[in-house]
């Protein structure tokens, strides 16, 4: 378990709270952030966005199953979510909000980040593993029953983050 | 009748404008993925307001906001930006290259109807 003093962190669950509940219309509730390698959700469908500022490089993710995905995208679209594509477009727009409302809190702390266009993997039985030295901190959150996981990663040389 | 024209690459992004817009009255929208395809849209057929995303593919909504701006024809259209982009400095480039109004996703339909009802210049019902 982790602290939720470090700012970025701070602003992640902030933004992911803000972006959730104006898009799906119900509250969040965030339990301790998890930080290192060991746990992993099981997930099937994972957005992510990059992004680049003063800390240095890294990565924001979130984590969801298919299931709770297409409840996500039925929740924005109005309509039950009939194609995988409407699926990936809509988590992949979550995770752009997310990432976006998060360069927004740190650009009003001064610091104006790069941010990528989200992408977003769809499968079954794969994990990530990061190339080179990263600091991975996991924040499980809940909607109504659903599971869903924000995870931060951040490049070691950066771990003012 | 009010028509709008609605550039986003996310297709859920354009169902989510479209459903706002329904919701405040209007049912009338054309939509583009990108700012090349608005451009095709707005040759095509007459908007009154276009909606327009930041970061696409192709060309992005400053790029489709600053040629809007270049032609006689639509010199004057209202441009609404609806983007993640909502630092000060995104927010004053958007103004230089001529946008009318702004809205930060995830937005809310009181927030949607009061942006509407600024580049329209009267309130919705």
Known sequence: ?161 | MTRFLIVDDSSTMRRIIINTLNKLGFDQTVEAANGREGIERLEADAADVVITDWNMPEMSGLEFLRQIRAQDRTRDLPVLMVTTNAAKDDIVEALRAGVSNYVVKPFTTDTFKEKIDAVLGKPTP
């Open chain 1, 1 to 161: 378990m982790t602290s939720v003093k470090d700012p970025v962190l701070s602003h992640l669950l902030a933004s992911s709270r803000e972006v959730l509940e104006a898009m799906i219309g119900r509250s969040v509730t965030f339990s301790l952030p998890i930080e290192g390698e060991a746990l992993r959700p099981r997930s099937n469908v994972v957005g992510t966005s990059a992004f680049t500022g003063s800390i240095g490089g890294g990565l924001v993710a979130f984590y969801t199953t298919l299931e709770t995905a297409k409840v996500l995208t039925a929740t924005m679209l109005g309509i039950p979510a009939t194609t995988d594509d409407e699926v990936i477009d809509a988590i992949g727009e979550i995770t752009n909000m997310i990432a976006g409302a998060l360069r927004t809190k740190m650009a009003a702390d001064g610091d104006l980040w790069a941010v990528s266009i989200p992408t977003v993997t769809v499968g079954s039985d794969f994990y990530t593993k990061c190339v080179r030295d990263v600091r991975r901190v996991l924040c499980p959150l809940k909607i109504d029953e659903h599971e869903l996981f924000i995870e931060l990663i951040v490049a070691s040389q950066s771990k003012a983050a």
